[in-house]
């Protein structure tokens, strides 16, 4: 049986969104990559497109900032579920912070349950905040203890955990 989870672990421009296209696209499986970002200002949005254009040409894309669990029911209800590529974990944790506590916390803890019980594999790219030095206000220190509590969450049910270091992979589980 082939994992499930893939969590993929790095730091800015570590690589880690192309290690885990490659892990996605060695599948052999459908593919939906999952965007959680929003174009927000002129350098976000050629991001995006950049992001776009390395995709390859038959890959679904769903794009959604706030209701990642939403997005794996919807998939996961589907006869053959794709394999999914969650990019990324760093922008969902932002957006989930300015959407307020409530909603950070329901959408949290859906996206675990869902991520549990959806029925194909599931890569997911997060940043690896642990490696750095502590905030000074208030807002960066919440965002890197959530996503860092997050990371945790997602390294424990995952099948696999790499780390993309200067663009190698190194596996941290599985």
């Not at 995709?55 to 939403?70: D, M, N």
Request: negative net charge.
């Amino acid at each position: 049986m082939s994992e499930l989870r893939t969590l993929v672990l790095g730091g800015i421009r570590s690589g880690k969104t192309a290690l885990a296209e490659r892990t996605a696209n060695s599948s052999g499986e459908p593919v939906v990559y999952l965007a959680t970002a929003t174009a927000g200002d002129e350098e976000m949005a050629l991001r995006v497109e950049r992001h776009r254009q390395n995709r390859p040409a038959e890959w679904g894309l769903a794009e959604e900032p706030v209701r990642l669990a939403s997005v794996l029911e919807e998939y996961g209800g589907s006869p053959q579920a794709p394999l999914l590529l969650v990019d990324c974990m760093s922008l969902w944790v932002s957006n989930l912070l300015f959407a307020g506590d409530e909603v950070f916390a329901r959408e949290r803890a859906a996206f675990l349950q869902a991520l549990e019980s959806y029925p194909g594999q599931v890569v997911i790219v997060s940043n690896e905040v642990g490696l750095g030095t502590i905030g000074m206000d208030p807002l960066t220190r919440r965002f890197c203890d959530e996503l860092g509590w997050l990371n945790q969450d997602l390294a424990a049910c995952s099948e696999r955990v790499l780390m993309s270091v200067a663009g190698l992979p190194q596996t941290l589980k599985g």
